[in-house]
């Protein structure tokens, strides 16, 4: 019988997964919100990023088995793109639409937007000719509005006509535009976005995490000066937390190996800071509370501040394990790899369905403090597919070249 985190183990999740996500495809294409029942909920809206994240994740079951279906799926997600999120006014995706599809929040996000360039890049890859547009649409709005040559990253959000930016800058949205500018880069051949996402890493984990100790501030004034209280009344927000992430030191561990294996002469701050943001938030973030699992923040004390316990911190946490572990063979990255994909069997699998609880409470029972539903797959599919393919290049450029990671 195959263990938790071995490549048949996660093969099989991996299909079961995937057929719980197909509930969130919606008879005139395009993604819902996934409720606890695999079903779209008709109370919640259908945010940008859902869509773009729902579009990548088949896009790339769809090259890795060869899918025809699954495929489908994303070309679906595609022309939802391209036909109900895109603003033909004032150019860029819109953040959000309502159940019925009618606009209910027209600002534009970086963090929205990296996601459309990291689906159209994929999708492309995958065959599906319609994301050509969508990814030249959104590498020129990135172009024109979010990337700043003078900051060396990017802007969050604007409003609806592009008038008015937000004076905040953060670390997550910028994090999300490393890993899209990294496969947009892999798959256009530009190194543009190769060198933007260098940048990136440089001002805010070479400079900011590095001066806190490889902790990561999240959150920055529009001159790149972290807030460390931002939002301490509000520490349990879903995209800007109070303090520091965890599942982001993992994330930005596996982002920072992925560069370094990208570039033709990386600098060597690269995996010295991976390896100082993994053993930071491992040290701290997992059982801070004494019970098992990652917290969701910590304050600069290392303090536990949101005590629950989220499905994504995990899965970023194990592919971190396995990208240190691949780049450098030590076996201290391989056993944590496997004593969280054993906490993942043991408590975020659903049995009965094949999903993933988003959130479990501190002791360890289904919460839906900060997420309701199960509303996309993203991580948990990246976390089973991942550690069967190279560190680089991007997850649909390997898959596209050997005709599927599940076939010869």
Known sequence: MPRPGDRQWRQEQAARLLAFGRGS???SGGFGWLGADGTV???KPRPLYITAR????FALAGLDAGDSDLLALAAAGVRSLADEYADREHGGFVAELDARGAVSDADKANYAHAHVLLASSTALTAGIAEAADVLESVSSTIDRQFWSDTEGAAVDNWDADFSVAEPYRGANSNMHSL??????????GNRKWHDRGLSIASKIINGH??????????????????????????????????GTTPGHSFEWARLLLTLEATLADPPSWLSEAAIGLFDAASAHGWAADGNPGFVYTLDFDDRPVVRERLHWVVCEAVLAADVLFRRTGEQRFARAASEWWQHIADHFLDPADGGWWQELDPELRPSTTIWSGRPDVYHSYQALLFPSLPIAPAAAVVL???GGAGRP
């Open 179 to 188: 890993e899209a500018y990294l496969v947009a880069g892999d798959v256009t």
């Open 25 to 27: 495809a919606l008879p």
């Open 400 to 402: 596209a070249g050997r």
């Open 41 to 43: 909920d008709p109370t």
């Open 54 to 57: 729902m579009t990548y994740a």
């Open 209 to 242: 995490a590095r001066a806190h100790g490889w902790r990561i501030p999240e959150h920055y004034d529009a001159s790149w000066n972290a807030v460390l209280d931002y939002n301490e009344d509000r520490p349990g927000d879903p995209f800007r937390p109070f």
